[in-house]
């Protein structure tokens, strides 16, 4: 208890913010991908996987492009008005944006929510790194990323429950907004950490900023680095553009949902509908294992080369990431989603681990601010992943409207306002049940050969990565 009171008091309450912080932005993106492209009648929006997966790629590239230029504004405005500041823009989007229903104009408040969220993440991060020392820095991120991992598991739990007992989306936004407003009370609390403020004139500073991420970008093998990391990030980010949308096509989760009503019955009476678990509540999986086994993997892949974690991190990630997509039974789902987080928790820790070993002694902080750089490269590849390429290679509707077209079926109903509806005039027409006409459509189009493109990517950038140690490792 004695270590804990080195901590000053604004360390414990930026962790609280930052809590309270992840727990609205997750609650919210973990179910958004459904809310994009679900029915009209269900509340959702019916947008296509490509808007989806643009809408959601360019909104998280542009969240982690921008703290280049938010954290430059903290430096010399303050961090406190800037967390003011990020709080308003957080509060107003999560309330207005539930009210837009064309793709423009929620494309266009989804990036607004974003910009709020590049406000935070710089300022919320350097106050962690100046209410800590050489002594408690270790602990003292371990708490924060402790605080990013409750409020990612918890959010979408909330979130889910408010959806079902309410029957609609516009509660899931309310309440992450009231989840941001309470930071407005923490803000009284927190007191500006000491920083070296910068005069020059604000159009010089950003200039600065970006004339040294320049000089950083001069560093091929970095750039060469940071392109390889992309692959990671880009098959981190399905988990949320791309495995709730397959989830709810195509994977039968009644399995779960029999086992809850028999032994926890909360969770089959809240996550749940017709007899199916919540395809979001499944993905949370992910957050729950990383909770209860990060320290259990970084103590395990603590002495090894960071390249090395990287590497086989990188492997467990594709496999893991590529087996969620190959199965309709939700027990393969979920081993899968351990697999992969396995993956995630060797690797993606010791990405900074290692920019921060290559990185020259006068321009660590440089390095490390360019590893927002993969992250954003890997959100618009993502993106296109889980929008185009998932649309033509593995989306149920698309399928059946095919098949539709096919048979010259005539079906009085909008796929995207009554999709449901659709599905099962459909499965009328050709004499079988809903669910048998998605497994008709699994075996016909084979939607889980999309396995094969994720997979891919993590092996080219795994291949990619070990050619990599090959070639520069006596240079380090």
């Given at each position: 208890m004695n270590f804990f009171k080195k901590f000053p008091r604004t360390f414990w309450?930026?962790?609280?913010?930052?809590?309270?912080e992840r727990w609205a932005w997750y609650g919210l993106f973990m179910l958004f991908a459904n809310y994009l492209t679900g029915s009209i009648d269900a509340g959702a929006l019916g947008f296509s996987q490509a808007q989806k997966g643009l809408m959601m790629g360019v909104g998280v590239a542009i969240l982690y492009f921008l703290p280049l230029i938010t954290g430059a504004i903290a430096d010399k405005y303050g961090y406190r008005i800037v967390l003011l500041l990020s709080f308003v823009v957080y509060v107003s989007a999560f309330l207005m944006l539930p009210h837009f229903k064309s793709f423009t104009g929620v494309f266009a408040m989804y990036i607004y929510l974003a910009i709020g969220s590049a406000m935070f993440k710089p300022v919320i991060s350097a106050t962690i790194a100046k209410t800590t020392s050489d002594e408690t820095s270790?602990?003292?991120?371990g708490i924060f990323y402790m605080m990013v991992n409750v409020g990612g598991f918890f959010g979408p739990l909330v979130a889910l429950i408010l959806r079902n007992n309410t029957g609609s989306y516009y509660s899931v936004f309310y309440f992450s907004a009231f989840m941001i407003a309470i930071n407005f009370f923490m803000l009284l609390l927190y007191k500006e950490p000491e920083r070296e403020i910068n005069k020059d004139p604000f159009a010089k500073a950003i200039a600065t900023v970006f004339r040294n991420v320049y000089t950083a970008l001069k560093d091929y093998k970095f750039v060469i680095f940071l392109i390889?990391?992309?692959g990671f990030w880009t098959m981190f980010w399905q988990l949320f553009y791309t495995l709730p949308v397959f989830i709810a096509q195509w994977v039968d989760t009644s399995a779960v949902y029999m086992f809850f009503e028999k032994y926890v019955p909360f969770f089959a009476n809240n996550y749940s509908s017709n007899g199916q678990?919540?395809?979001e509540f499944i993905t949370n999986f992910d957050a729950m294992f990383i909770i209860i086994?990060?320290?259990?993997?970084?103590?395990?892949?603590?002495?090894?080369?960071?390249?090395?974690?990287?590497?086989?991190?990188?492997l467990v990630c594709s496999a893991g990431m590529a087996l969620t997509l190959m199965s309709q039974n939700v027990l393969f789902t979920i081993v899968a989603i351990f697999i992969f987080a396995i993956g995630e928790m060797s690797s993606s820790p010791k990405i900074t681990e290692y920019i921060g070993r290559i990185a020259p002694k006068d321009k660590k902080a440089?390095?490390?601010g360019c590893s927002f750089i993969p992250v954003c490269i890997g959100s618009l590849f993502g993106g296109f992943l889980s929008g185009n390429v998932y649309g033509a290679m593995s989306d149920k509707y698309a399928f059946v409207q095919k098949e539709v077209a096919e048979r010259g079926f005539h079906i009085v109903a909008d796929i995207s306002e009554q999709r449901d509806i659709y599905f099962a005039k459909v499965a009328q027409q050709m004499e079988i049940t809903p669910t048998e006409l998605t497994n008709f459509l699994w075996d016909k189009y084979q939607p889980s050969s999309i396995w094969t493109v994720v997979f891919s990517i993590g092996i080219v950038a795994t291949i990619g990565l070990f050619v990599y140690d090959r070639l520069f490792r006596d240079e380090k």
């Open positions: 309450v930026a962790n609280i913010i930052e809590l309270f270790s602990i003292g991120f390889l990391v992309a678990m919540d395809a086994f990060q320290i259990i993997v970084s103590t395990a892949v603590m002495k090894w080369r960071p390249l090395n974690a990287m590497m086989t991190g990188f440089l390095y490390m």
